[in-house]
């Protein structure tokens, strides 16, 4: 949950910034690529790293084409190979100690 001191972005500013409707903006929430901070659709709050998810998301979907089931995928496989990317980072620093 955010801060009082964080900034947060209603549904109408978000869908303008990344150029999406309205019924864009409740699909992707819907396939889980975004969570609001408010359970309730007429009070949605999206928080500014939320914002440059939904703003990635939107690319994919435009730019490949990847319906949004897709995007929900691609985007949990981009945050898989980053984080296995950081593992191997981690772990090579640990052998060079040895080596």
Do not use: Y
């Amino acid at each position: 949950m955010a801060t009082h001191a964080e900034i947060m972005i209603c549904t109408d500013e978000l869908c303008q910034r990344i150029s999406v409707t309205v019924t864009d903006m409740r699909e992707i929430v819907a396939h889980g690529i975004i969570e609001p901070v408010n359970a309730d659709p007429d009070d949605w709050q999206f928080t500014p790293e939320t914002a440059t998810l939904a703003a990635r998301a939107v690319r994919l979907h435009r730019d490949l084409q990847i319906d949004w089931p897709g995007v929900a995928l691609a985007l949990e496989l981009l945050d898989e190979l980053q984080q296995l990317k950081r593992e191997n980072r981690r772990l090579l620093r640990r052998l060079e100690r040895f080596g």
